[in-house]
């Protein structure tokens, strides 16, 4: 495989900051835990209140490093975003909110139409201004581009693209990437994922914004 990115580098199709992480080795939460503590460290102050939605358990360890207060969401079954332990949906008071990216592509492959845009408007409502929305979206069906429908959904919320962040799974090595071995999905096609995407965002009024 060719050489990662080095740096900062403008995305082409978008013009928001294009970066690259070395993340090493994958993890079921798609994110190493180097990773997440990075993550948080970068778009948050110590002050802060974390939200996380369908967040790994790994997360908890990581805001805990850091010394940050987290506040876990889910989603059920039934749709929409619900407090784990009971409570109500924090208003404006959040510095940053990751969302863990559910599938866009149902059982049969369709893909879900405007998936996360409900979701994107409670985050946003979530936020303090300049509050920063972290969208992690794991490897996914080739045929449903899953940056660009939460870019749309993110936009349409009113929320600001600020940066892409491409986390790097795969062993990097002399400056080249390693493909880890091939795993083989239900449908039978082979899925060799060397990345993940981050998508930052942000709410009118920080510095940000």
Known sequence: MSSP???????????????????????????????LVRAIATFSQPADRIVTIDAPPGISHAADHLHRRLHLIFRPADGGLAVSDGGGLPRHT???V???????????????????????????????????????IAPGNPQCDGLARTVTAARGAGLRYLQHIVVLTATVTDDRLTRPPAGIPADGRLLTPAHTDIAVFTT?????G
């Open 5 to 35: 990115p080095r740096g900062e580098h403008d995305d082409a199709q978008t013009g928001v900051p294009l970066t690259a992480w070395l993340g090493e080795i994958m993890t079921p939460s798609g994110l190493p835990s180097s990773v």
């Open 94 to 96: 959040a510095g940053l």
């Open 98 to 136: 990751i969302d863990y990216q559910p599938a866009m592509i149902d059982s049969t492959g369709d893909v879900f139409p405007d998936p996360f845009l409900a979701d994107y408007i409670r985050a946003g409502g979530m936020l303090r201004p300049g509050g920063i929305l972290l969208v992690v």
């Open 204 to 208: 009118p009024g920080g510095r940000h």
